[in-house]
């Protein structure tokens, strides 16, 4: 699970850390341009890392430099614990004069306090272990070092966190774009959910179980589900569809496609269900999951997440959505704020405002902000 | 997704905040949150009464197998009790349970000394266990005539 993260320089953060410690979900709220989704992006850019893109030029751009003052380095740190052990991963962008694409200024991990490789501009030195001495060697400024060192093992530090990364599931669906098509299988989907199909055949053909998970969720929301089958429909592509019952003997088949924009995120949300469950624990970002579900279904769906990821992994949500506001409290409640489009935004927790009678009524009006 | 009106199910109105996440901390612990459902803050211990009595009371005549908790603080009148049941129709009284603390819920956080939403899943692990860790503290001392009724109806439709 993410600790703490701090951010300098990047979109409207700066100097900003927010600690979760050990919170498994934590709901994000705040006005519209508050920071939620920029902040969604910063954790975005540790996945991506992890999944492997390591040109800087395809993370960060010039326009992410806050208020493009890029004479400022843009620092991000992320203090993660995996399997009990604290992994502090640190990346420092620059972008000097007269060069057109950012540059690495720094980087480096430590396990538990312990330095597992740190960087400075093109020089990385790799720390000691117990399977190698100490190497240092160069890289392209322009690449970042995480997703390119050479893993001595699937328990080398470097490959825990890769890994752990990669897996992160950071969601802002459009269900539009979901047609449950496949053309292949992956444990790592896209933002948008436009890669359902693979994700759910991928973790279907890992992990078979996972089926039971999907199916006990879904047929909570939709009683008359009967299961789901993958077709193919041409060279290496594959079609979801799902059946519901009619009667006790006969069933209606339906394409995934032509669900509707809630219920494909019933489906989405049961993935997300059984992956934390069966390949987890994972970390979740799921930008306003309350999105196209009716106002009766926002509260079961919220909690459902919270719940999965009680026992093991954590998510993070984002909401304007009043009953799936009304599923946190004020120690896992975080409120993001911005004065203007000219200053930072700054983050409290719930707990900091004293606001007197409902939450709701507070955030309709306004009044959260006042009210410290 | 709305509990199922036709099988038994649980309705739960929080007085206040403070109240909704204790609310919170028990639903996000029982094993089927399909039964119950955690309605909108009242806004206050006569607002609980007013809006049950005008939002919900005809429809527990509607629906035989809707139960309802009121989640208020006593603050310290333990008369509150019988002076809310004094206002429900007695047809679904014995659907309708008022459960809380004799002071008030921020008392108990400050007695248990765990955030509210501990509070409530520790209420609901000894509902689970069938103990009475923080169900027997002093603040609920006056209502366990109440919490009885509520072990003896409820417990079953939540956690068997």
Excluded at chain 1, 20 to 28: F, T, V
Excluded at chain 1, 107 to 129: C, F, P, T, W
Excluded at chain 1, 254 to 277: I, M, P, R, Y
Excluded at chain 2, 111 to 133: F, P
């Amino acid at each position: 699970m993410i600790q703490r993260i701090y951010i300098n320089n990047f979109k409207c953060f700066e100097n900003f850390e927010i600690k979760m410690e050990e919170l498994s979900s934590i709901l994000m709220i705040g006005r519209n341009g508050s920071g939620k989704t920029s902040f969604l992006q910063a954790i975005e850019l540790f996945q991506k890392i992890g999944r492997g893109i390591n040109r800087v030029g395809e993370l960060i751009g010039v326009q992410d430099f806050s208020y493009g003052r890029t004479e400022t380095p843009m620092r991000f740190e992320c203090d993660f614990l995996i399997d009990k052990k604290l992994y502090k991963y640190t990346i420092v962008f620059e972008l000097p004069k007269k060069f057109d694409e950012p540059r690495i200024k720094e980087e480096g991990l430590q396990l538990d306090d312990r330095v597992i490789y740190s960087r400075n501009a093109a020089q990385i030195l790799l720390s000691k272990n117990s399977e190698s001495n100490a190497t240092q060697f160069s890289l392209d400024w322009h690449l970042i070092a995480l997703p390119v060192i050479h893993q001595q093992s699937s328990h080398d530090p470097i490959s825990v966190l890769k890994t752990w990364l990669s897996r992160m599931i950071i969601l802002a669906p459009i269900a539009k774009l979901m047609d449950g098509n496949s053309t292949g299988t992956t444990l790592e989907p896209n933002r948008d959910g436009t890669n359902f199909g693979e994700w759910f055949t991928g973790l279907l053909g890992q992990y078979p179980a996972a089926y039971a998970t999907m199916m006990s969720h879904l047929k909570g929301i939709m009683s008359d589900i009967t299961d789901f089958t993958i077709e193919p429909i041409g060279k290496n592509a594959k079609s979801l569809n799902v059946r519901f019952s009619v009667d006790e003997k006969n069933y209606f088949s339906t394409e995934f496609a032509q669900l509707s924009d809630g219920e494909k995120c019933f489906f989405l949300c049961a993935l997300v269900l059984a992956a934390n469950k069966h390949y987890g624990p994972l970390f979740c970002f799921w930008d306003e999951p309350d999105n196209y579900l009716a106002i009766s279904e926002v509260g079961f769906f919220v909690s459902a997440l919270r719940r999965s990821f009680q026992n093991g992994g954590q998510v993070f949500i984002t909401s304007h959505n009043s009953e799936a506001i009304q599923k946190f409290s004020d120690h896992n409640t975080f409120v993001f704020e911005r004065s203007s489009h000219l200053e930072p935004t700054r983050v409290k927790m719930l707990s900091e405002f004293q606001i007197s009678g409902s939450l709701v009524n507070a955030l309709i009006l306004g009044d959260e902000c006042q009210q410290v | 997704m709305s509990v199922n009106k036709y099988r038994p199910h649980i309705l739960v109105l929080p007085e206040d905040e403070a109240t909704r996440q204790m609310a919170n901390g028990f639903y996000q612990n029982i094993p089927d949150q399909r039964y119950t459902q955690i309605l909108p803050v009242a806004g206050g211990c006569d607002h609980v009464v007013d809006c049950f009595k005008s939002d919900y009371m005809s429809s527990m005549t509607a629906y035989e197998y809707r139960h309802f908790v009121l989640v208020i603080d006593f603050d310290k009148r333990p008369n509150r009790l019988q002076h809310i049941k004094d206002q429900i129709d007695p047809n679904v009284l014995a659907r309708v349970f008022i459960l809380g603390a004799s002071l008030e819920a921020e008392d108990l956080r400050r007695s248990v000394g765990a955030n509210l939403e501990t509070i409530g899943q520790l209420l609901a692990q000894d509902c689970q266990n069938q103990t009475r860790n923080i169900w027997g503290n002093a603040l609920f001392e006056t209502l366990q005539d109440e919490i009885e009724r509520a072990k003896k109806i409820l417990r079953p439709l939540i956690f068997s």
